[in-house]
């Protein structure tokens, strides 16, 4: 009896932790994804509003002289406020500013070189940048991004952000509670059904099957 009961408790222990690390992985495997998702989110996001720079500012870069619309100029502050960037800036060829926007920004040199690499191979270009703790461990803290300004096949500036990605580990580690919350359920009611289960399949003809023997040696003593 007693080492059935041992049986029953040693398969409900292996069960429990073999559900966890199960459900984790799963979870694991969940949360990337849409830390994936999100990030893509952001970055879309980000490129509405760096064509927006580049649609607003394109044309003064090649004009003589340039002039800036206050109220475009609060505007587009008003859209990086809006939506958690940083700051952003507009450069020229030489990758000069010609616009900046966010007050305090502390990225400029590196906004200006990954402008210039931007305007040099005509393609965007993205860097990450510090580092913070995501939901599992340290990741990157900032995205920059820079794209050319092209005009007639040519690139002739840039337009930069920085992209904050404590909003995407901030949802991140609200799911991380739920998910949490999530495994320690599905942990105790499948490990006492898948308990309850192979104890009536298993485990209880076989303690039927101990006490038969059990009686018939008394009797076999008996006669």
């Known amino acids: ?110 906004l200006a070189d990954l402008a210039l690499e931007s305007i040099q191979s005509g393609m965007p270009a993205t860097r990450f940048s510090g580092s913070t703790w995501g939901v599992f461990w340290m990741q990157s803290r900032h995205l920059l991004m820079a794209s050319p300004i092209i005009r007639n096949g040519t690139p002739v ?19 991380q509670k739920l998910f949490f919350i999530y495994i320690l359920i599905n942990t105790i009611i499948l490990t006492f059904v898948g308990v309850y289960r192979i104890s009536k399949i298993y485990l209880e003809p076989i303690q039927r099957l101990v006490r038969r023997a059990e009686d018939y040696r008394e009797d076999d003593g008996l006669l």
């Open 1 to 110: 009896m007693r080492s059935i009961r041992g049986l029953r408790a040693n398969i409900l222990i292996n069960m429990a932790v073999l559900l966890v690390l199960g459900m984790f992985l799963i979870g694991f495997v969940m949360l990337m994804t849409l830390q994936r998702d999100l990030l893509h989110a952001e970055i879309s996001k980000a490129n509405l509003i760096i064509e927006l720079l580049e649609f607003t500012w394109g044309r003064q870069i090649l004009a003589a002289t340039r002039t800036e619309d206050s109220v475009t100029r609060e505007r587009l502050d008003y859209f990086l406020r809006r939506h958690a960037f940083e700051c952003g800036a507009v450069f020229d060829r030489r990758a000069k500013v010609i616009h900046s926007s966010g007050a305090g920004c502390t990225f400029s040199s590196q």
């Open 157 to 175: 500036g840039s337009a930069a952000l920085v992209l904050p990605l404590e909003n995407v580990y901030g949802q991140l580690r609200r799911s």
